[in-house]
């Protein structure tokens, strides 16, 4: 039981992640049709710039400033990421066939990872404690200041999305394009803003999503963005792709999955699988969801598009 | 009466077929302007092409003196340019509200920072443009729909909709393309009131209708368009007896009906 809730709120940490960047894969999809592979890549740039910035910083001002002020350079800078790889690599392309932005895609996905790994270099970063690090005693299950701040900023920063999209002016342009972008344009959306409002949002959604997940783990690496944007997709593709309520329900559900897979794997398999195999289980979830249920958990059944 | 919208020379190529070939036509402020032919003339392509959707080949357009852009459709709608569709376009998956309240969208101004801080003005423009979008659903007579996604609207209630949303945008001239397809004769009589209260209102009204009858009893000048050209425009009665027009839509050797 012990082992069930410990494992039930790590996997809530990590799900909390997967939520943001699969809502960031599911808003470009939901708007543009496409697979912006090289979204976890953005989530990597988010942690390397805020190690970097906040690495000289440690010591000299209040930890939890220190933490700020990354997330904030980090942000700032994945924005204007998302906008210029909207810009240069998918816009030139919005009339092209589907598969040429995929493979532009990856593409940029393979850039952003290599540009990492020469201005950042190939070795696995420790990343600061920023935070004092409290345990809670949950129910019989350890919990540390990080996995609550993070959870509750996560939750926070997806009730403020969802307010954006449901109850703003912009968001009802992002809803009217996702929809329809030549109506929306004939009605007086400018939806070249309305994209690039989408991957600056998202990308800031990656950046925050980054400075969590390195902090969780302690380390950073130029080639993290890669697991982690598959494992996201596929969270998005649990909920039902282009569906933002599908992606945060589809990333919670995969981190608890994983987690309590990793947990029981060894009990269940006599110890010949250990955790080590916790990738598997995003995978079987991806697997059967395409098999049984290819629309998603939220998704509607895929309409065709005038 | 001065000009509103003017389009010289229109014409477009889709592979071999000449869809259109050098069209004009100019439509007076305040007029209720007619655009007819059989099928496949060109008055949907006509209109495509007007509002930017298709690229012309050749020809000008441009509204109240001012040349419209070429490919940012929703400059045209800023321009002062509204339109509905034959084939109904809503926001299917949107309330019937918010379908009205996207056509505030260029009217309006208020941007994300203001949205989340919540600040005074982005409070009240949301507030207005609410306002404004159920005035608009009760002025097309679909005020008690206000709440229902687009798709649940009855067909008749849709074309309705597409209406109030492209008034929302504050045209100058308001294209419909075939309004009354699809519709029963009660429903077309209601449509009929509805654009003439739009006209009572000031906004000039572009018309393609295969129905022959409302277009004769709405339209102050009708422009016939048969195989892409243009093969008559003038007043109602003087197109109805233009031995041309009666020839497109019956054939060569039967003469008046």
Known sequence: ?306 | MSCLLEARGISKQFGGVQALQDVSLTINHGEIYGLIGPNGAGKTTFFNVLTGLYARDAGEVSLDGKPLPLGKPHAISIAGFARTFQNIRLFANMTALENVMVGRHARTASGVIGAILRTAAARGEEQAIRRRAEELLHYVGIGDRTHDLARHLSYGDQRRLEIARALATEPRLLALDEPAAGMNASETAALRTLIEGLRADGITILLIEHDVKLVMGLCDRVAVLDYGRKIAEDVPEQVRRNPAVIEAYLGVGVGAA
């Open chain 1, 1 to 306: 039981m012990e082992t069930f809730i410990q494992q039930l709120f790590n996997g809530l940490t990590v799900g909390s992640i997967y939520a943001l960047v699969a809502l960031g894969y599911t808003m470009v999809y939901g708007i543009l049709g496409l697979i912006n592979f090289a979204h976890g890549d953005v989530v990597m740039i988010g942690a390397m710039v805020a190690l970097s910035v906040t690495r000289p910083l440690v010591g000299v001002l209040p930890g939890p400033l220190v933490l700020l002020i990354g997330l904030v350079v980090a942000a700032v800078t994945c924005m204007l990421l998302g906008f210029t790889i909207e810009r240069v690599a998918y816009r030139p392309l919005r009339k092209a066939p589907r598969l040429a932005p995929l493979i532009t895609a990856i593409g940029i996905s393979i850039v952003l990872q290599q540009l990492a790994m020469i201005i950042w270099g190939r070795g696995y970063h420790p990343v600061p404690t920023l935070l004092p690090g409290g345990m809670h005693d949950l129910l019989g299950a350890q919990i540390n200041d990080l996995q609550l701040l993070i959870i509750a900023t996560a939750a926070v920063t997806m009730v403020a999305l969802m307010l954006l999209v449901n109850r703003t002016r912009l968001g009802r342009a992002m809803r009217a394009t996702a929809e329809n972008p030549e109506i929306a344009a004939l009605m007086g959306v400018n939806i070249n803003r309305v994209i690039s409002a989408t991957f600056v949002i998202g990308s800031a959604l990656a950046a925050l999503a980054g400075v969590m997940v390195s902090s969780h783990y302690g380390i950073a690496h130029y080639s993290m963005g890669f697991m982690l944007g598959l494992k996201a997709f596929t969270a998005a593709v649990l909920g039902g792709i282009g569906n933002l309520g599908g992606a945060m329900l589809g990333g919670i559900l995969l981190g608890v999955i994983e987690a309590l897979g990793a947990g029981y794997i060894g009990d269940l398999t006599g110890g010949v699988f250990g955790s080590n195999y916790q990738d598997v289980f995003a995978f079987i979830v991806l697997i059967v969801v395409l098999v049984f249920r290819p629309s998603g958990l939220m998704g509607e059944r895929v309409s065709e598009r005038a």
